[in-house]
């Protein structure tokens, strides 16, 4: 069992930046990837992120490629999702997950989720 916090939305402005963490509890948070999804106000959950559960590798959806930067700590048993250059189109609940398997872009792969933290990108 894994439960997960999320942590470190807010309200930015268009080109601006936010770090989000997720803290794990849990022995085995070092064994599973971990992703970050997020969803808009009447869209559904999309992929954003994944890393692996050594950290080596990590996995973007185009839209935020070259912007946002999985990391993970497991002595701490936190993930990390840096993001900069944010635009309005970024502003959703965005949620982490951890799960094992693949696809890595599919809710489905994912057993375990946090509440969401919200992030407002105004323009």
């Known amino acids: 069992q894994v439960q997960l916090v999320e942590s470190g939305g807010g309200l930015v402005q268009a080109g601006g930046s936010l770090r989000l963490s997720c803290a794990a509890s849990g022995r085995t948070f070092s064994t599973y990837a971990m992703g970050w999804f997020r969803q808009a106000p009447g869209k559904e959950r999309e992929f954003v992120s994944r890393i692996s559960w050594s950290g080596g590798n990590t996995y973007y959806a185009d839209s935020v490629k070259g912007r946002f930067t999985i990391s993970r700590d497991n002595a701490k048993n936190t993930v990390y999702l840096q993001m900069n250059s944010l635009k309005p189109e970024d502003t959703a609940v965005y949620y982490c997950?951890?799960?094992?398997?693949?696809?890595?872009?599919?809710?489905?792969?994912?057993?375990?989720w946090g509440q969401g933290t919200q992030v407002t990108v105004s323009s």
């Open positions: 997950a951890a799960g094992t398997g693949w696809p890595v872009s599919a809710t489905t792969t994912y057993a375990y």
